[in-house]
Every structure is written in C-alpha cells, then in structure tokens.
C-alpha cells in the first residue's frame, strides 16, 4: 500500500510539477552499535559504544518530493554492511566472549525533511524522521568457513521449546540531521548523519544467554555449538548454560555518515525545492528585488 501511494504521488509529482523531484545519489560509511565489540565499560547502544575498527560501507539513492524550501518527502533504498566484533573492545567480559559477526543491510525507507536554517553560503541546515523497513543476515567466519547464523540457533531457537528463530527483516526508524550546499543551478551537495532505531536485537546474532552446548548440538550440531560460544575467557563458568551472552533490554542501532549528489530533475523556471536555481522577485522601495535562500 505504501509503494501505491508513493508511485500515485510522484506520478503526479513528475505530470505536473517536475522541477520538485531531486534525484539522490550518495555513499558513505556505516556503523554498528549493539551487543558486539564497544567501549570497555557495560555495553551500550550509543555512540560511546562505537567500534572505528567495525566501520564499513553504504550506498543509496532515492527521490525527494519538494513541497516548499522548507518541507519535503522522501524515499530511498540503501545498501550497506555493518560488523562488529569483540576483539575490538578492551572489556573484559566483551573481549573474552570472542564473538564477531558482519551482515548485509537492505533497506527501504520514508522520510520526512524539513529545513530549519540557512546560511549564508547558499547553504541549509535541516533534520528528518520517518519509518523504513530492512533485511538482513548475520554472518560469521569459523576455521575458514562462513556461516549464516540464525540457520543454527545459537541461543537455542531450535533446541527450545517455544523459542521460535529471529526473522531477518525488521521495522526501523531513521532520522537525523544534514546539511545542504548549492553547487549550481538545480544541483546541491548534502552531508547527513543517518540514524537507526530498529525492533530487533538479532542484527549481531547475540541477545541473550549461554545454552548448554549438548542440547545445541543435538537440534543443529556440533557447529552449532562451536558458533554459539567462542569463548577464550579466563573467567570460572564464563558460558555455562543460563550465563550472560547478550543484553536482551536494547535493541541494536546502526548508523550511516553519508555524502550525496542531489540533482532536481525536470528544472523548469520556477519551483520550489532547495537548490533549483529559481529566486522568487519581490518588490522592495519600488524596485525588483530577488530573495535569497
């Protein structure tokens, strides 16, 4: 139903008011937050816990429906990979866990923009929030091999009565903040800082506790157990069954730090989205003047 609604509005959009549209073309660098790897105290999901070390890539482009300088509406579709790994954290308990994981992100999403400051550079500043909705699929490295891990239950989804696997696909809510430059007429650079709240705690394949390894390996193997726990920690009972392997109280965050190319398709001479080059005139002591940005 959304994808109906938002083709009937840019169909309209594109008929009658073409200059509106902004093609979006950007990349940039993504970021896990969320039970893997952190800062060296109790495990977060902000940005104290970040790991530069996990740090990997996205790219995304998508279309922007300008209603005024000020309000817009967009949809973009993202492709990116996130990781995390506990050899990067000086934690004790974190670093002996000795779990990592990567995972491909595929998502799309709707947002709304709205400009809340100019500068004087031809350049604004503005916020945006929406609902977008993404796949993935954790994946670790063992012995030279790759593994897909929700396939092995490795906090016993397959092995306990009742405990059903994660889904990999999950509801999440980007937002954050940017700014805008013109760079030409109907052409605008932006640099953003891309946030995610998601509903699942699945992302790194970690949310719970320890099962015991038997029962693993009776529903999925004996991969199932060497998946599950990885351990090199000197602490007595570290991954005895029931143990802490993951905080189940906060979902996982990911984030991008994006630069894209924005263009506006359809320039005609008037319109209204930033950077389409067109300076409504108004008349100031008798004289016509053009108005900045």
Not at 61 to 79: E, P, Q, V
Not at 243 to 260: L, Q, V
Request: glycine fraction near 12%; hydrophobic fraction near 35%.
């Amino acid at each position: 139903m959304k994808n109906i609604i938002f083709i009937t509005l840019l169909s309209t959009a594109l008929s009658t008011n073409a200059q509106r549209v902004d093609l979006i073309l950007g990349a940039g660098t993504s970021h896990f937050l969320g039970d893997l790897g952190g800062k060296p105290f109790l495990g977060t999901n902000d940005a104290q816990d970040l790991d530069i070390l996990s740090t990997r890539y996205a790219f995304t482009t998508g279309l922007r429906l300008n209603f005024s300088r000020y309000f817009a509406i967009r949809t973009n579709i993202w492709y990116a990979r996130v990781s995390g790994d506990d050899k990067y954290t000086s934690n004790r308990e974190r670093r002996g866990r000795n779990l990592n994981f990567y995972s491909n992100i595929f998502e799309g999403d709707f947002t709304t923009e709205i400009t809340f400051a100019k500068t004087k550079a031809k350049g604004a500043w503005y916020i945006f929030g929406g609902v977008g909705y993404f796949f993935f699929n954790p994946k670790t490295r063992l012995n030279g091999e790759v593994y897909e891990l929700q396939k092995y239950g490795t906090e016993g989804q397959f092995a306990i009565a009742g405990k059903e696997p994660y889904k990999l696909s999950s509801l999440c809510f980007p937002h954050g903040i940017g700014y805008k430059w013109v760079v030409g007429r109907g052409n605008y650079l932006s640099v953003e800082l891309n946030l995610r709240k998601t509903m699942t705690d699945y992302i790194d394949d970690v949310s719970t506790n320890f099962v015991d390894q038997s029962i693993l390996i009776a529903a999925r193997g004996p991969e199932a157990a060497a998946l599950a726990d990885r351990n090199i920690s000197d602490i007595p009972g570290f991954s005895s069954p029931g143990a802490i392997r993951g905080d189940p109280k906060d979902n996982d965050t990911f984030f991008f730090f994006s630069f894209s190319f924005n263009k506006t398709l359809g320039l005609g001479s008037k319109g209204s989205g930033f950077g389409n080059g067109y300076r409504p005139k108004n008349k100031i002591n008798g004289k016509q003047r053009c108005l900045e940005f």
